[in-house]
């Protein structure tokens, strides 16, 4: 099992990225898959998740109306659209899989032991 994530870097205020968690060894339609970022000095944050049964998807406060989660079961691939960018949003993100909880469950309590994390990509946002 295994969660490679890509699309990272720098970008300016109010800028955009795409950030993409391909899985492999596993079938990515069985799992929920979220987004979580750990910026310098602080824990751990879901950002968003999507279920697995029916796409049901759950967004941080912080993000909401700014980013979007989506998936291609056909390709194993998980995207997070991130728009209007702000320099709050620099974090190393990382994408994570559990076959068992919701959307809402695995982004407030995070992956459980059945579940798998990717290694992170860093989002820095700069002018």
């Known amino acids: 099992v295994q969660l490679v994530e890509s699309g990272g870097g720098l970008v300016q205020p109010g800028g955009s990225l795409r950030l993409s968690c391909a899985a492999s060894?596993?079938?990515?339609?069985?799992?929920?898959i979220g987004w979580f970022r750990q910026a310098p000095g602080k824990g751990r944050e879901g950002v968003s998740c999507?279920?697995?049964?029916?796409?049901?998807?759950y967004y941080a406060d912080s993000v909401k109306g700014r980013f979007t989660i989506s998936r291609d079961n056909a390709k194993n691939i998980v995207y997070l659209q991130m728009n209007s960018l702000k320099p709050e949003d620099t974090a190393v993100y990382s994408c994570?899989?559990?076959?068992?909880?919701?959307?809402?469950?695995?982004?407030?309590?995070?992956?459980?032991?059945?579940?798998?994390w990717g290694r992170g990509t860093q989002v820095t946002v700069s002018s």
């Open positions: 994570g899989a559990d076959p068992v909880p919701p959307a809402e469950a695995m982004c407030v309590i995070g992956v459980g032991p059945s579940g798998s």
């Open positions: 060894g596993f079938t990515s339609g069985s799992y929920t």
């Open positions: 999507i279920s697995k049964s029916d796409h049901s998807t």
